[in-house]
């Protein structure tokens, strides 16, 4: 939600229009010009002048291909434009990590990981990086209760390491301590507490410099509070949360990381057999429209082992890597690594080579009113084709 004093506009006016409860964009726009010059005391002209401002603001020129590939490029020599999960292939495959600019979901089933993935891109984030930066500010928005600080500080003893000359397993205070002061975390306990912080989001990310945004999880509070109420009001609710964060990463070039929970629906069409039911990720259709890039981490049945899979980018194709949480957080892992079948703790490792057919991601990533699509189904349906 854009406020009137990142517009332009004189502070004056700005303190006019706030006096009168009239402190953004959607304010401004949702009242006749006319009801704002009685309102706030001035003349129809400046009522309709800021009634335009406002509207310039939450909806800016078209610009053309050309106009729009001159200010990548201006921009990508300026700020980092990818976020490294430091799993090498699935990087590769990302085109370099998570995207700045844009908004990234991470979902998955209860337990699957989705907090250590959170926790340790914010450790990523936070790190310097040789001739590039000194590590970025993170801010984490933690709903469900879920973030510990003494697993961020393992992982960030971890990822310091290699920062620090000499023995590989002393890491320097100095070091540690400048990662995780980097990271400050909000604990919002209701929507109307998260409603008011992403309002506030874009002037936390300037006054902070704030290079990375994680909301672990955007679907807690709103399944809570919302669950057997209004759709309407609920989608509504969302819409307005991924507008704010899509317009703030564009706007200031920096990834926003979100976690989702999943759901379980029943198939009634009667092409399924029993109406089957399955698991598929929450919010519906209006968030997963809105976000630009979905993750999906999966278990693996009888193992240790995770899926981590690319089920929706822009600019990267379908991807699955094998995962294991570890004290570090994202590590690669040798092939048929034998804690892949057995114990194992603490990031995620990927797996090169394990033998036996290849596990397929079982959450469905997309619904169709006749059909239900998952990518094992897809590989099936290809598979028959060929044949």
């Given at each position: 939600m ?5 517009i ?6 700005v303190a ?31 009522a ?5 401002a406002?509207?310039n603001a939450?909806?800016p ?10 200010k990548k ?40 990981g ?5 926790t ?23 709903t469900?209760?879920?973030f510990?600080?003494e ?22 205070m ?6 995780v ?8 306990g ?14 936390t ?9 994680i909301?672990?999880?955007?679907a ?26 899509k ?24 092409m399924h057999?029993?109406n ?11 968030w997963?429209?809105s976000?630009?890039?979905?993750l ?11 899926l981590?899979s690319i ?6 194709p ?27 703790a ?6 090169a080579?394990?033998r036996?057919p ?17 990518q ?12």
């Amino acid at each position: 939600m854009r406020r009137l004093k990142r517009i332009g506009l004189p502070p004056n006016v700005v303190a006019a229009f706030e006096r009168k409860a009239y402190h953004s964009c959607a304010d401004v726009l949702s009242s006749p010009p006319i009801d704002i010059s009685e309102s706030v005391g001035v003349s129809q002209e400046l009522a309709l002048s800021v009634v335009n401002a406002a509207a310039n603001a939450v909806a800016p020129k078209p610009l053309t291909v050309r106009e729009l590939l001159e200010k990548k490029i201006t921009e990508g020599h300026k700020q980092q434009r990818f976020l490294g999960t430091s799993l090498h292939e699935f990087d590769e495959a990302l085109r370099g990590g998570i995207l700045a600019g844009t908004v990234t979901e991470i979902a998955g089933p209860s337990g699957c990981g989705k907090t250590q993935f959170c926790t340790m891109m914010s450790v990523l984030a936070a790190l310097p990086v040789a001739g590039v930066h000194d590590g970025g500010q993170v801010l984490y928005i933690d709903t469900e209760g879920a973030f510990t600080a003494e697993r961020l500080v393992q992982m960030a003893r971890v990822h310091c390491s290699p920062l620090v000359h000499g023995d590989e397993d002393h890491v320097g205070m100095d070091v540690l301590l400048n990662v995780v002061d980097k990271i400050r975390i909000a604990t919002v306990g209701s929507c109307d507490a998260l409603t008011e912080l992403l309002n506030n989001l874009e002037t936390t990310v300037i006054k902070s410099n704030i290079r990375l945004v994680i909301i672990d999880s955007i679907a807690s509070l709103v399944r809570k509070e919302f669950d057997g109420g209004s759709a309407r009001t609920r989608a509504d609710l969302l819409s307005s949360h991924a507008t704010t964060l899509k317009n703030v990463a564009s706007k200031y070039n920096i990834p926003i990381i979100v976690s989702n929970q999943v759901t379980t629906l029943v198939d009634d069409d009667s092409m399924h057999e029993d109406n089957a039911s399955y698991v598929t990720m929450a919010l519906g259709n209006t968030w997963s429209h809105s976000v630009n890039t979905r993750l999906v981490l999966e278990f693996i049945p009888d193992t240790t082992a995770r899926l981590l899979s690319i089920v929706k980018s822009p600019i990267a194709p379908a991807t699955t890597v094998r995962c294991q949480i570890t004290d570090g957080g994202l590590e690669a892992c040798p092939a048929e690594d034998p804690v892949a079948a057995g114990g194992g703790a603490g990031g995620l490792r990927k797996f090169a080579g394990a033998r036996g057919p290849p596990a397929q991601p079982r959450i469905a990533t997309r619904v169709a009113p006749t059909a239900r699509t998952t990518q094992h189904d897809v590989h099936a349906l290809m598979l028959a084709h060929q044949q």
